[in-house]
C-alpha cells in the first residue's frame, strides 16, 4: 500500500465525502485541506500552484512533511473527524485524535495544479474527483462565505495562476481569453474555475497515467464505485460497512448522501436534481458553454457523456478523455 492518499478535486466535488470513505476503510486521517488560511501563512503562495522554482518546492515539501509527521497540529486539518463543530470541540478531544490516529494522507481543493510534484516528493496515489460543473456551480452558489480569500479576490488570485501565468502561455487555456472576459457573473466565473481547473488538469491525469472518479458515479453505484477506488488504493481485500458510505464522520456540516432525495423524484430529474431549484435554464446554458469552449466535453444538462469512441468508467487507462483542444 501506498504511504500517502491524495485527494483532488475543485471545490463542491465531493472531495470530502470520499475524503471520509477513504479515512473509515482505511481506520487512519486524511487530513483536511493543509493549504488552508487556518493552517499555513504561505497559502496565497501555494493556493492554485503550479510548482516550478525550487524555493516554493523546498518550502511546499517541509510544509507537507510538518503536517504529515503531526509536527503542524492546526485544528482544520481534523475538519472532517470530530462529531461537531471545530469551535465546539474541547480542545482535549483533538489532542487525544492527533495522539491516538494514525495519517494516511490529505484532501485538497486548492492544488489540482501539482500533481507532478506530489507524486516526485510525496510519493503515493491520487485520486482525482470530478462533479458536473452545474452541480458544482450550483453547490457553491448556495454555499454562504465559501472563498477563503474572499470574492472576487480569490478569483484575481485564480487567473494569476492559471490563465495569466507565463506557465501557461501556451496551453490551450489561452485559447479561450474573450470567454474569460464575457464572464461577467459570479455563476459565469465559478463555471471558468472549474473549466480552467478540469481542462488543465485532465490532460495532466492522462500524462501521468492516473484515474478519474466521478461523483456521480459514488453517487449512483456508491458500492461498486467505492470498490473500484478501493481496489486502485491496495484495499482489495477490505469489507465495505455502510457507515462507510452513509453516514458523515463531521454530522454538522456533512450530509448523508443519497438517503435525502426521494428515489422517484432523483430517477425522474436525475442529474439536475442537484441544480433545478438553483440555477434557472440560462445558466444552465451559460455554464455549459463555457464548459465546452475549454474542450471539456464530458458532461451534458442529463449528467454524463459518453463521447464518440471513448468509455466514461471510474477507472479506467483514459480511454474515456475526449480530445482536448488543440494548441
Not at 224 to 246: A, K, T, W
Not at 265 to 286: A, P
Amino acid at each position: 500500500m501506498s504511504k500517502n492518499i491524495i485527494i483532488l478535486g475543485f471545490g463542491r466535488s465531493g472531495t470530502t465525502w470520499i475524503s471520509d470513505i477513504v479515512s473509515k476503510i482505511t481506520g487512519k486521517l486524511v487530513l483536511f485541506e493543509p493549504v488552508h488560511p487556518s493552517v499555513t501563512e504561505h497559502v496565497e503562495r501555494f493556493a492554485y500552484a503550479t510548482i516550478t522554482d525550487r524555493e516554493t518546492s523546498s518550502l511546499l515539501k517541509d510544509f507537507y512533511n510538518k503536517v504529515l509527521n503531526k509536527q503542524h497540529r492546526k485544528m482544520w486539518l481534523l475538519r472532517n473527524h470530530v462529531p461537531d463543530r471545530l469551535e465546539h470541540i474541547n480542545p482535549d478531544f483533538l489532542t487525544m485524535l492527533w495522539e491516538e490516529c494514525g495519517i494516511i494522507g490529505f484532501k485538497e481543493i486548492r492544488a489540482n495544479f501539482m500533481m507532478e510534484w506530489y507524486l516526485e516528493n510525496l510519493p503515493g496515489k491520487i485520486v482525482f474527483v470530478i462533479r458536473h460543473p452545474c452541480a458544482t456551480v450550483a453547490s457553491i452558489k448556495k454555499r454562504v462565505n465559501f472563498w477563503e480569500f474572499g470574492w472576487p479576490y480569490t478569483y484575481d488570485l485564480f487567473l494569476g495562476k492559471t490563465l495569466f501565468n507565463e506557465h501557461y502561455q501556451n496551453h490551450p487555456i489561452q485559447n479561450c481569453v474573450e470567454v474569460v472576459r464575457r464572464a461577467d457573473s459570479d455563476i459565469a466565473k465559478y463555471a471558468v474555475m472549474w473549466a480552467i481547473t478540469h481542462a488543465i488538469a485532465l490532460p495532466e491525469l492522462e500524462r501521468l497515467g492516473l484515474p478519474l472518479f466521478f461523483y456521480e458515479n459514488f453517487y449512483d453505484h456508491p458500492f461498486s464505485s467505492s470498490r473500484e477506488m478501493f481496489n486502485y488504493l491496495g484495499y482489495e481485500n477490505v469489507d465495505i460497512h455502510p457507515s462507510f458510505l452513509f453516514t458523515p464522520s463531521m454530522t454538522a456540516l456533512a450530509t448523508v448522501h443519497g438517503l435525502e432525495v426521494p428515489e422517484q423524484v432523483y430517477k425522474q430529474k436525475g442529474v439536475s436534481f442537484f441544480w433545478d431549484s438553483i440555477l434557472n435554464e440560462e445558466e444552465v446554458d451559460g455554464v455549459l458553454d463555457i464548459v465546452k469552449s475549454f474542450g471539456i466535453n464530458l458532461y451534458d444538462k442529463h449528467g454524463i457523456m459518453q463521447p464518440s469512441g471513448y468509455s466514461v468508467q471510474a477507472i479506467s487507462p483514459f480511454h474515456w478523455l475526449p480530445r482536448m483542444m488543440e494548441t
